[in-house]
Each structure stands twice: as C-alpha cells, then as structure tokens.
C-alpha cells in the first residue's frame, strides 16, 4: 500500500517535472564554452546557481580529489571555470537565491544533492527510484528532469 | 548523375585526406612520445601494441578505489562505447572506430595525466603512453 502511493506520488510527480519548461530550459542553462566543454565531458553541466560560491571554490579547488576521480585541469582552464561559476553562484546576487534557502553560513555544502533545497524537494522519493536504470545516480537531473 | 559521382569522388578525397591529417598528427603524438621514452630508458627501442592492450586491461590497485582499471570506463573491448561514472557515454577508444583519436596533443595529456593519476596513482611513463596509443591505434 505504502509502496503504492509512493508510486502514484512518483510518477504524478515526474509527469509534472518532465512537462516543466522550467526544468527543460534551466538544466541546460549554462552557456560558458570553457564550462561546458571541461565539466561536460563527464557529468551534465550543473547550473552554478545550485551551490554557493564557496562550494565551487572548494569542489574546483580539489580537482584532483573529485568525487573519487581526477579531474585536475591546467591552470588558465581552471581559473576561467572557477570565475564563471563563482560568478554565478547562489549566492552571488545575480541569481535566484532559492537555492540558497536552509544554507547556514558556516557551512560549506560539498554536493548539490546536500542542499537543504535539494533534500526538501527529493525527500519523498525511495533511494531505489534513484537506481531506476534511466535515473542511476541522484546527481543526474535530467534522468528525470528532461 | 555526373555531378552526384563528382560529389562522392571530392567526398571520398575529402574524407581521405582528413584521415591521413589524423593519422600525420596521432603519429607526431607518438614521436614525441618515443623521444621521451628514449630519454627515460635508452634501452627503449620500440612501442608494443601488447604491452598497450596488458596495460589498458590491467588493475594496478595504486588508484583510486572507484577507479580500478582503464576499463571501469572504456570497458574491456575497445571498440565498444564506454560511459564515465556518472553515466555519459565514452566514444570508442579504438581508432577504427572514433578517428580523430590521439590527434590533439592537449586532449591527450589532460585526459593521460587524469586517468594515470586515477587508476594508478601516479603519472604513466612516456612508454606506456605510447603503447596505449599503439594499440588502439591497431584495433
């Protein structure tokens, strides 16, 4: 029974995200090629307004420690990226400070899926509808938001 | 009809002579290696496709714990596509498959200094770069 709601709740829930121009448009938002090109290689292109600048300065300032990879870039690279994302980070004023919602100032979140936002909106779901084979990780928006 | 043969014969030369530009690069690549290797070792006579395919199959277990192996994302054969840890697909390794590989030598280093530092812990030498580079050049 529980697993049954839980079902309606999910896929009522996704139909509502996938038609959402919203999620369509801003998943895909980030237009700095040196961005693109360098964190697109390997994972989806997160908006920088998702996270502080203070979590870019650490996450790109420890490439060679990235979530259990190497990820290290030369240095001009590296810089420009830092600058765009910082620029454009949550808390940087330009952007929809939403986000930043539950954030304390002492802390520095080091994932996007740590955002208190992020933990109000997905908390309802099952850790397995995050496995579902389209889905497979909580970082990959667009598994369900495209 | 005359037009449509002109066409496929400029594309057909077109094509050609992109892939020799490839290859021109890939080999400069693989010079400069060598250079290197000789530096290191002058022993060193030669790249091995072998010892390139033992190296890309190994798991050296001096990495990181998430990343045993080349094949935790190139997969075991490469001709086949692989996909990085957080899902997004990997072209084909193999030259024959994705042709332009090992042509930009910018491209190469960063990704080399990355996938050695992540699966071995440490930089590769000048010659298990350039047998990597060799064998999947012959696949």
């Known amino acids: 029974m529980r697993s049954l709601t839980l079902a309606a709740l999910f896929t009522g829930a996704s139909a509502f995200l996938i ?41 790109v300032g420890d490439l060679s420690n990235h979530f259990g990879e190497d990820a290290s870039l030369p240095d001009p690279v590296r810089a420009n990226i830092l600058a765009y994302l910082t620029q454009n980070a949550g808390d940087s004023g330009q952007t929809n400070s939403w986000f930043m919602r539950g954030v304390r100032d002492n802390v520095v979140p080091p994932r996007i899926t740590e955002m208190p936002f992020w933990r109000g909106i997905h908390g309802g779901f099952s850790p397995a509808s995050f496995k579902r084979p389209g889905v497979k990780k909580r970082g990959n928006c667009l598994g369900c938001h495209s | ?44 006579t030669a790249f091995s496709a ?57 491209k190469v280093a960063k990704w080399f200094l990355r996938n050695c530092s992540s699966v071995l812990g440490r930089e590769c030498t000048a010659a298990e770069k350039g047998d990597f580079i060799t064998n999947m050049a012959a696949q």
């Open chain 2, 50 to 106: 072998d010892r390139g395919k033992a190296f890309f199959l190994a798991t050296p277990s001096s990495g990181k714990p998430d990343t045993p192996s080349c094949t935790t994302c190139h997969t075991k054969d490469p001709k086949a596509k692989g996909q990085t840890r957080a899902g997004k697909e990997i072209l084909p390794m193999a030259v024959s498959k994705t042709p332009d590989r090992f042509t930009d030598a910018e």
């Open chain 1, 19 to 59: 038609s959402s121009a919203f999620a369509a448009g801003f998943f895909h938002s980030v237009k700095d090629p040196a961005t693109k090109k360098e964190c697109g290689a390997c994972h989806m292109v997160y908006p920088p307004a998702l996270l502080p600048a203070r979590s870019w300065e650490k996450i």
């Open chain 2, 1 to 44: 009809m005359k037009r449509a043969l002109i066409f496929l014969a400029l594309a057909s030369l077109s094509w050609g002579s992109a892939m020799a530009f490839a290859d021109d690069r890939r080999d400069a690549i693989l010079a400069d290696l060598a250079a290197q290797a000789v530096a290191a070792d002058p022993a060193f």
